[in-house]
């Protein structure tokens, strides 16, 4: 099946500096990819839907120039968590749309663990 | 994106087969029904998906009723590493769908 790669897996970082997650996909071409977001045994939320060549949708109450979304390729979006606070410590998952497929099947990334100190 | 119900949790034997429901009464004509799993501490795998047709593939069997207000999805012989969140999404396939909203899914636990 497709395959979806977030890296990095984890990230530890410090409060005030800026880190950046990367999604990509990997066998296939992906002009809308989206971030979620999820907190310990909560559902997924939807932050934001990233399309390639231009700018990102991003959900109420999300903040945009908190939350940096860039998708410059047809394979490759990132999430830049800026000024980093303890709060924004969760679970960051991305996932692509195959549109090779039937019903345009989402795949998602294996998830980035974010942990601000 | 129409909204989707799911029992909280659920208990399966070690080999038997698990059906999880799901009830999505509000479903247009133009989405599919899809079904997603979350492992503890790891993105959502995807499962199966199907528009009004039954579906099987390797992993599962997709029953959707003929009204599509419902469906079911069967794991035919339930392991250990099933254990895990299952989550059943309706989505449209129009420009810009893709966003999943995701409900609380289905605990299942597979028991030994």
């Known amino acids: 099946g497709a395959v979806v790669s977030q890296h990095p897996s984890w990230v530890i970082c410090k409060s005030g500096t800026s880190v950046k997650i990367e999604c990509r996909s990997l066998?296939?071409?992906?002009?809308?990819m989206f971030w979620y977001r999820q907190f310990p045994k909560q559902s997924l939320m939807l932050m934001a839907t990233?399309?390639?060549?231009?700018?990102?949708?991003?959900e109420q109450g999300v903040e945009k120039d908190k939350f940096l979304i860039n998708h410059a390729s047809l394979t490759l979006s990132t999430l830049t968590v800026t000024s980093a606070h303890p709060e924004d410590s969760s679970f960051y998952i991305c996932?692509?749309?195959?549109?090779?497929?039937?019903?345009?099947?989402?795949?998602f990334g294996e998830g980035s663990w974010l942990t601000v100190v | 994106d129409a909204k989707t119900t799911q029992p909280t949790s659920m208990d399966c034997a070690e080999g038997r087969a698990a059906n999880l429901p799901c009830n999505h009464s509000?479903?247009?004509?133009?989405?599919?029904v899809y079904w997603y799993r979350q492992i503890h501490s790891q993105g959502p795998q995807y499962i199966i998906h199907?528009?009004?047709n039954n579906e099987t593939n390797e992993m599962a069997s997709l029953i959707i009723t003929e009204d599509r207000k419902s469906s079911t999805l069967i794991l035919p012989h339930a392991t250990l590493r099933d254990t895990a969140v299952y989550y059943c999404?309706?989505?449209?396939?129009?420009?810009?769908?893709?966003?999943?909203?995701f409900g609380d899914g289905t605990t299942l636990t597979v028991k030994p």
């Open positions: 509000t479903i247009s004509g133009n989405e599919y």
């Open positions: 999404i309706v989505r449209g396939v129009n420009t810009n769908a893709g966003k999943s909203t």
């Open positions: 990233s399309n390639e060549g231009s700018k990102a949708t991003y």
């Open positions: 199907g528009l009004k």
């Open positions: 066998d296939f071409q992906a002009t809308t």
């Open positions: 996932s692509a749309r195959n549109r090779d497929v039937s019903g345009n099947t989402i795949y």
